[in-house]
């Protein structure tokens, strides 16, 4: 029966509804610029109808509990993918930038010129065999040599040891992610069980999702109760199932001194993961560590032994200033340990075999012919500077591909952001829209009460 | 599609970074007059550059070799014209004189030996010239008892490093030059050294003093082939002086050329870059131009 209060009743869910629908509004608003927003909508629903005396009345105006996120979940998924990638380039990038100061090759100071000035030094000598300052310049460019390959070496080992300590710091990050997203999975769950709606923290978790992809490739699925399952795409490895999180840990390797990453099973056993990681940050510093900078550690190590071992060849055939037979040069096992082993201008061994000292000048000559004789370095043949050069070549096209993979993934960012955006994003316009229209609606629910109370008063102005 | 404010935020943001990156690049390179500031600059020309330096700076180290060891023999050169033209003198003594001179002329080969004593063992930055490689020892020594005066070097030369595996000598051995094999001391000793030009002068003096007229003719064959011997490693040094000359002509032409791929290489274009720069920063105002137009405006600054 279509009372006057029935009317009355049907305005009062119009306000009621325009008002929520109000309230939304401004929600969104206020998050316009929030990161990782998803811009939500009320929607209405029309009243049951009233069937009475053959006549269908309407009571008004519903509007769903779940409030809905204008939401697509396969860019989310791809986004996350895209996380990552950038991740991934991100460390790679910063470690090979800092690679690649300290080769310092641009300002004409590097091992380039060391090199050079050394084999120099050998000619300088061979002009004058005797010269006690040609003499000391040689062990000082020597010195300074296997000084520029000392710190290079050091300068890489620093970088490995930067990126082995931020891999500690990410596993820390990545637990206190994996378990807020267990904490949220709770209290997901436990809203929508009810039918409520619970955007708020399914945005957060969204974007919790987003950083762990970025520290750490994963792979993740949503259950049917909405809580979600996160683990290592590799192994599978679980890092959250339902309201648990398993915790990754950093344990320091006794033979390389740098940290394993290990996953500890409920029982509490490590299992090394190390090479499991597939992608995102912690993969990108892992890379970084064993195997980039690894990389030029190993042939600047190959290349300092081999220009040890023939310097010291050579040397060993020459004759020194006291007629004796020349001794070692260069002493060390590597590029971070090599050192020159004479201190003693007399004994650098310029005569060749057999030559009258201190005129003979021939060991001088051929080993100053050494810079541009084929040494056998690590598994190739080739000059030393050769080697050198296409080592730096390694690290510049290194880097200007990290780089170049970088923007390319910011690109893609940027992209897929965009695309979020304009499905999930907040348009203010869109909002003011809305909320002219439900302004509108409300003054016209609050008219159609002004206008029942009026119909009443007639009605009681009648008796 | 629905574009949202956020959307054009971002966008104008990301272009922003880009033409702020690109001016900072032209800025740097501005700065430097550098093309190459970092290895990722330019990968394949960080490798030509390392290659083209270290080429200068060895070709450099060749043409400083060079230039020492050119000194060496114009040093060595004169010295052995005034030895050739002293032992020309001592020639024209044997040939010359009348036995009235004798006495007098006696002294003068006295003197011309001395000299000549000194010039054979001159130094040169500290090394003795003509001693082969025993650069710390004088070439020859005092007289001995059979009046040979002892040749103390070998018979090396001055190695010249003046290329990669190439090497000018420079002849050093002062025996070769100052000695005339074919003139014994004893004719009957099969491993006789020879005599050298000290001992001759020695035997004119003798003989001048003595007056006897076939011994002064007798020493004449062997003066005359120290002076061949002495103008002959003139020649010697002449064509190393050439050879190094050239050599020297050559690294510089070449240097130059890599000098100028270097410079290719490595050095800015500033009129170039200047003007990038400046299309860079016209850039950079149209797009802030574009970002206050674009950003402000929405439903709400016409809603009242």
Known sequence: MASINGILNTARTGLIAQQRAIDVTAVNIANANTDGYTRQRVSFQTGASVYSSGITFGTGVQINRNVERVYDEFLDARITAARADAGYWDSQLETLKKTEMIFGETTGYGLNSAMTDFWNAWQELSNNPSGYVERAMLLGESQRLAETFNNLSSGLKQIQKDSDTNIVHTVADINAITAEIADLNEKIVGIEVSGQSANTFRDQRDRRLQELSGLIGISSFEAANGSITVSLPNGGYSLVEGFNSWALQTERNPTTEYHDVQWVSRNGTATTVTDLISNG?????????????????????????????????????????????????????????????IDDVRK???????????????????????????????????????FYNALVNRVANDVLGAENSRSYQSGIALQLSSYREEISGVSMDDEMIDLVQFQNAYNASAKMVTVVDEMLQTLINMV | MRVTTKMMADTIKAHLA?????????????????????LSDDPKGITQLLGYRTALSTLGQYQQNITNAKSRVEYTSTTLEQIASLVNDAKNIASRGTPDEYAIMADQVVDIRDQLMDLVNSQYSGSYLFSGNKTDT???????????????????????????????????????????????????????????????????EEALRAGDEAAIRETLEGIGTIEKQTRLASARLSVSYSRLDDTQARWKTFSNVIEEMRADVEDADLAQTALELQLQQNNYNILLQVAANVIPPSLVDFLR
């Open chain 1, 281 to 341: 940050q912690l993969k990108g510093w892992i890379d970084a560590r064993d195997t980039t900078i690894q990389g030029y550690a190993d042939d600047l190590d190959a290349m300092a032994v081999a220009i040890r071992d023939a310097v010291n060849n050579r040397h060993r055939t020459g004759t020194d200033l006291d007629s004796g037979s020349g001794n070692v040069f260069f002493s060390g096992t590597d590029a971070s340990t090599l050192a020159v082993a």
């Open chain 2, 18 to 38: 880009r033409q702020n990156a690109n001016i900072l690049k032209s800025e740097i390179q501005l700065a430097t007059t550098k093309k190459i500031n970092k």
């Open chain 2, 138 to 204: 004088p070439a020859f020594g005092p007289v001995a008892a059979n009046g040979d005066y002892p040749y103390q070097g070998d018979a090396a030369s001055y190695q010249v490093m003046v290329g990669s595996g190439s090497k000018v000598s420079i002849i050093a051995d002062g025996d070769e030059i100052f000695r005339d094999v074919d003139t014994p001391i004893d004719p009957d000793d099969p491993n006789d050294p020879g005599t050298t030009i000290f001992q001759m002068l020695d035997d004119l």
């Open chain 1, 348 to 386: 650098i061994a310029a005569a060749g075999p057999g030559e009258a000292v201190p005129g003979g000048s021939q060991n001088a000559i051929n080993i100053a012919n050494l810079q541009n004789a084929r040494l056998s370095i690590g598994t190739n043949t080739v000059t030393a500077n050769d």
